[in-house]
């Protein structure tokens, strides 16, 4: 058993429309309030107006709730049980409930049989049960709203433009101009904040290039550098062809004095408190993505290569290398083979191996300078003091650890050849070999007679007497030696032999300090990546011509495009648009952080050592000890380096 609500509605023609809706549960309540299963909107029924119940499924009590009763059969009553199959009527105020029985459910017809209850039939019912009967029309609330809008967002802001338009700043409080504005001032502009006029020279008139330039004058001109004075017609030709869309709204822009071009297309103002956000990819892209085409077919060729996306379109890099000895630098692009004189014989996969000799060596030096079980690429290349870049390899600071210039040791001090100076290395040798005799043999010593036959020719006498005769000769051979296979500057250094009245030369070492220097690259944001990880060639390097820059391949590892578009399977994407690379107004720092936010370069507190603590002080030792025996120093600290 289950009773079902049933509706009839009459249409203004006369139809019918009858909607059926089963109820739930066995206790059906009826009246005024939303919350009955049956609700009837009239002011004559109760809230809770009556129960409907049936316990056997045939028969139906129904029961006022709240004092007030109701018809049946033309009488007033309180309580009512009714067979479902003989039917009944029932009346609430202006409706009638008529109970019948379908097979083995009890139907419960509703309709309204009064046009007005009893209790309101002189009030519409709509007006009864709504705020229409004590609110004003429709269209009257319309003019209203629409004066007060008016008033509020354009002739107040009118007037108070009007008010202070000769005044350099307003005064705090709420001006009515506000309304306008889209959002905060970013940092960079918050002083701004009432001084309106400084950009919004002109009313209904859009911020001009003009007025940007008027603060930022050195912007303005690195702006240019950055399209290398390129004349207009170029930079015209290398915007890609508008769409139906792009014209339209480029027409609206115009019709409304909001030329393109400005300052403003990039850098958007009132987009909330922090910094200005970085320029969207696709202010770039809308010219750099198919420009070489495009500039091409205009006059204007170009070798640039097309950028879209870092993750799909972009260009292999194009670092700056010496292609020959001595070469000056040119940009090139990266590619498998590509060489970069500097110089210096390095193989780097010597010095990386796990095993060998020079792993050895590491491991010996491990408690004291800070290495592992074999050598690491930081253990010779050092960051700045920011972290950024990586300085330049110093034989002093990143060499000497190992390899030692040591040729004397004297009282305990040892002497060491001046690196960088192959002329004062070859006078300090020469000195030496005039200056100090052979080691005296023991048998020299003392006062004791000798006999006579010891002078002879092959004894020990004989030999060291001739070995000083002959001493300041060595000399040549030793400087010789120093600069020949083998010696202490070859195996590093291009050496050139003497010539036409010059000594000993070595080749310039020309250490690029930045290879890529039309994008930024951060060493400290990657310090949780291992440097092989990047630089893939370095373990099987063996010269130190080999250009070990990572290429584009290395980099979608992880960077992937603005949107996350990719060409390649990344485990942890990171979205890299144009703006984390490239700086459009070029003032060295990184692209998109404010001068107050850049790194500074500071010195740390610590409990380690800085790397530079390494640099060569003083080579020393007794001849038992040898002479690759070393001591170093850490520098001095300033007081404000201290904390103090």
């Keep these: 058993m289950s009773f079902i609500l049933r ?62 009763g109701f018809d049946i059969n033309g009488r007033s009553v309180d309580t009512a049980d009714i067979d479902s199959a003989a039917g009944a009527e029932l009346r609430f105020g202006g409706h009638r409930l008529t109970i019948a029985r379908e097979g083995d459910d009890i139907i419960l017809l509703v309709e309204r049989i009064d046009e007005l209850s009893q209790s309101s039939k002189d009030v519409d019912e709509a007006k009864a049960f709504s705020l229409a009967g004590v609110m004003p029309g429709k269209r009257m609330g319309a003019w209203v709203f629409g004066l007060l809008m008016l008033a509020a967002f354009l002739i107040g802001p009118i007037w108070a433009w009007y008010s202070y338009r000769q005044v350099d700043e307003r005064p705090d409080g709420y001006h009515a101009d506000t309304a306008w ?21 002109e009313p209904f008139v859009a911020v001009t290039d003009k ?11 690195a702006m240019s550098m950055a399209h290398a004075n390129a004349p207009a017609a170029m930079l015209l030709a290398a915007r890609h062809p508008p769409g139906v869309g792009e014209k339209i709204l480029a027409g609206f822009a115009k019709t409304f004095n909001k030329p393109q071009g400005r300052c403003v297309d990039c850098h958007t103002e009132h987009e909330g408190a922090g910094p200005m956000p970085a320029t969207p990819q696709k202010f770039c892209a809308d010219c750099h993505d198919g420009m070489s085409a495009r500039l091409k077919t205009a006059g204007h ?24 000895p001595g070469a000056k630098l040119v940009r090139k692009t990266l590619a498998k083979g590509t060489v970069d004189y500097n110089g210096l014989k390095f193989p780097h996969d010597l010095h990386l191996q796990a095993t060998g000799g020079v792993a050895r060596m590491a491991a010996s030096f491990r408690g004291r300078y800070d290495f592992g079980q074999k050598l690491e690429c930081e253990n010779c290349h050092r960051p700045d003091a920011d972290g950024v870049r990586i300085k330049p390899v110093e034989m002093e600071r990143d060499c000497a650890m190992c390899h030692s210039l040591a040729f004397e040791t004297v009282g305990g001090v040892t002497r060491t050849l001046r690196h960088g100076e192959p002329d004062q290395v070859v006078a300090d040798l020469t000195a030496y070999y005039r200056s100090a005799p052979p080691a005296r043999p023991l048998q020299l010593g003392g006062m004791q007679r000798r006999r006579p036959g010891n002078y002879a020719e092959g004894q020990v006498y004989n030999i060291y007497f001739r070995e000083v005769a002959v001493r300041p000769s060595r000399a040549q051979d030793a400087v010789r030696a120093v600069f020949s296979k083998g010696g202490a500057c070859y195996d590093c250094h291009t050496i050139f032999a003497p010539q036409a009245g010059q000594g000993w030369r070595v080749a310039a070492i020309d250490q690029t300090p930045r290879f890529l220097q039309k994008g930024w690259f951060d060493h400290d944001a990657h310090k949780e990546t291992d440097c092989a990880g990047c630089h893939t060639a370095a373990p099987g390097s063996k010269a130190a011509t080999d250009l070990l820059v990572p290429g584009v391949r290395q980099c979608r590892d992880c960077h992937v495009g603005e949107g996350g578009a990719r060409l390649v399977k990344v485990e942890t994407a990171t979205e890299s648009p144009c703006a984390m690379c490239h700086e459009y107004h070029s003032d060295g720092g990184k692209p998109w952080m404010p001068p107050t936010q850049r790194k500074k370069n500071v010195s740390a507190i610590t409990d380690r050592p800085p790397r530079g603590a390494y640099a060569v002080s003083l080579i020393t030792g007794g001849e038992r000890r040898g002479l690759y025996d070393v001591t170093w120093r850490a520098p001095a600290l300033r007081p404000a380096d201290r904390g103090g």
């Design 7 to 68: 509706r009839i509605s009459t249409t203004k023609t006369g139809k019918q429309i009858i909607r059926d809706a089963p109820l739930p549960g066995e206790t059906i309540t009826l009246g005024r309030e939303g919350s009955n299963t049956i609700h009837v909107a009239d002011l004559a029924v109760n809230p809770h107006h009556a129960t409907i119940s049936s316990a056997d499924g045939r028969h139906v009590r129904v029961a006022a709730s709240e004092g007030l």
């Design 181 to 201: 504005l889209s959002g905060p001032l970013s940092s960079a502009h918050a002083s701004l904040k009432n001084d309106c006029q400084s950009c919004h020279v």
């Design 211 to 221: 007025a940007c330039v008027n603060c930022h004058t050195g912007e303005h001109k």
């Design 301 to 324: 060729p170009t070798l640039l290569g097309d950028a879209g996306d870092f993750g799909t379109c972009h260009p292999e890099f194009r670092p700056l290398v010496r292609s020959a």
